[in-house]
C-alpha cells in the first residue's frame, strides 16, 4: 500500500511542478520545497526523542550520508526542475520508469539477497515496455527547444540519483527511519541553497499561487513521501521499492486526464496490463509471502 501510495502521490508531482515553475526559477524551486520539508520532519524527528543510529556513526557512515543526501533530493530536484523546461512529460516519465532497470543489476551487486534472476528481469523489462506504450510517441517528440538533449540528459541522470541512492540506504547500519528521513532532507538543502543563490542569485518573492504550490510540494511528495521511500527500502529493499516508478507514468496520465481535462490515451488499459504484469511477475516472491500471511 505505501509503494502504490507513492506511486499516486509523484504522478501528480510532475503537474504540480510545471504550475510552480510559472512563478520561480528551477533551482529555488528545488530548494524551497527540500527546506520546507526539513523544516516539518525537523520538527517530527525531535518530538520523538531526536534519535538517529542505534550505535554513534563511523566517519564512512557519515560520508556516504552526504553523499545520499545529495543523491536523494538535492541533485534529482534541481535536474528534473530544469529539464523539464526543454523536454516533454512523456519523456520525463519514461526516464523515471527507468529507474527499475537501473537498480536491478547495482542490487544484485551491492545488496544481499536482491539477486538478479530470470524472473525479474523478464518482469521489469515487460512493465518498462507497458511504460513505454503508455508514453507513446510523445515520449520522444521533440519539443524544438535547443537544450533538449542536455534536458533530457538531466532527467537520466536525475534517474540515476534515485537508483544509486536506493542501493546505499538499503546498505546503512540500524537507523530510526523518521531520522534518516530528515537528516537527508537537511543535508540536501545544505547542498541546493547555496548553488541556487549562485546559479540563480536571490529570487524575487513569488506570488501567493506560488508559495503555496512550493508548500505542498514539500509538504507531500517531498516530505510525506521522503518517509515513506525510505520506509519501504529500509524493510522491502530497492528492488521492490523501485516498481513505484513503473506507476508513476501511470498516475500521471490518470490524473492529466481528471485534473486538466487531457485525453486519455487509448493504449492506456494495455499499458497497465503489461505494467501489472511485469510487476507480479518480479515481485512474485514477494507478493507470495505477502498474501501467505
Known sequence: MMVVLLGF????????T?????????FWLAAGRIAFASILMYAIWQARGGALFAEPPTQKTKLVMWIMGALSSAIPF?????????????????????IALMVLPLAHFFVPGERLTWR????FSIGFCGVVILMGAKAFESTGASLETAGRLACLIAAMCYGVNSIMMR????????????VLLIMSAAIVIPIALIVEGFPPMPPTKTMIVIALLGLIPTAAANFLRTLVIRSAGPVF??????????WSVVLGALLLGEPLPASLIMAMVLILAGVGLSQYGAFHKLFKR
Do not use: C, H
Request: glycine share 14%; no cysteine.
Open 9 to 16: 502521490t509523484w504522478g501528480g508531482t510532475f503537474l504540480v
Open 18 to 26: 510545471e504550475i510552480a515553475l510559472e512563478g520561480i526559477t528551477p
Open 78 to 98: 534541481m535536474l528534473l526542475a530544469w529539464g523539464q523546461q526543454y523536454v516533454t512529460g512523456g519523456f520525463a516519465g519514461v526516464s523515471m520508469a527507468a
Open 120 to 123: 525479474k528481469s523478464l518482469g
Open 171 to 182: 546498505r546503512l547500519p540500524a537507523v530510526d527511519t523518521i531520522g534518516l528521513s530528515t
Open 241 to 250: 521499492m523501485s516498481i513505484t516508478n513503473y506507476q508513476v507514468p501511470v
